[in-house]
Antibody
């Protein structure tokens, strides 16, 4: 059974760079898209971006200028960096395994499963 | 402001059937499949429905999903107290090189 375990700094000052890593245990790393998703306190989910095993990335247009997602296939890990953070970036950050496939009849099929345990990142001066 | 629109809240009594709607557009729900996630208090979201109406192993058949045009719905029958949670819909959006979008979430209260 695949498990995702994540870690990283939980308290940042404005303008610093957020850095989180997610390790994948118990399953294949290839063939999936590995995503970061965040949830501000008391609010909904926001997709940040994804990477596959070969390093191909796709980012949320609203965050693209500040986000870098990288992968280390030798360790079955992927990482998130978000630069120039502000208080608006305070959130619980989740890593998740994503699956995507496309067909002409149904369009893009995909989902996130499983998810990491989440890391609360607080940005405060 | 979320790309997919959900009612902020829903409620029902034990045993009732409740539905939660998710409205999108031609670039997301209208073109691609919809997923639903359940988030119990203090926990990470969990996949509840994928590909519009498919249940992962272990999800009770009290949960069902449907899609029509640019809208989708999650139905919960035989409501139980443990169903009290936040529910989120999600879909791939084809605009701007493609990206995932979520609904704002619906808080389900079991009265």
């Amino acid at each position: 059974q695949v498990q995702l375990q994540q870690w990283g700094a939980g308290l940042l000052k404005p303008s610093e760079t957020l850095s989180l890593t997610c390790a994948v245990y118990g399953g294949s790393f290839s063939g999936y898209y590995w995503s970061w998703i965040r949830q501000p306190p008391g609010k909904g989910l926001e997709w940040i971006g994804e990477i596959n095993h070969s390093g191909s990335t796709n980012y949320n247009p609203s965050l693209k200028s500040r986000v870098t997602i990288s992968v280390d296939t030798s360790k079955n890990q992927f990482s998130l960096k978000l630069s120039s953070v502000t208080a608006a970036d305070t959130a619980v950050y989740y890593c998740a395994r994503g699956l995507k496939s496309y067909s002409s009849s149904s369009g893009l099929r995909g989902w996130f499963d499983p998810w990491g345990q989440g890391t609360l990142v607080t940005v405060s001066s | 402001q979320s790309v997919l629109t959900q009612p902020p809240s829903a409620s029902g009594t034990p045993g009732q059937r409740v539905t939660i709607s998710c409205s999108g557009s031609s670039s997301n729900i209208g073109s691609n499949t919809v997923n639903w996630y359940q988030q119990l208090p203090g926990t990470a979201p969990k996949l509840l429905i994928y590909s519009n109406n498919q249940r992962p192993s272990g999800v009770p058949d009290r949960f069902s999903g449907s899609k029509s045009g640019t809208s989708a719905s999650l139905a919960i029958s035989g409501l139980q107290s443990e169903d009290e949670a936040d529910y989120y819909c999600a879909a791939w959006d084809d605009s701007l090189n493609g990206h995932w979008v979520f609904g704002g979430g619906t808080k389900l209260t079991v009265l």
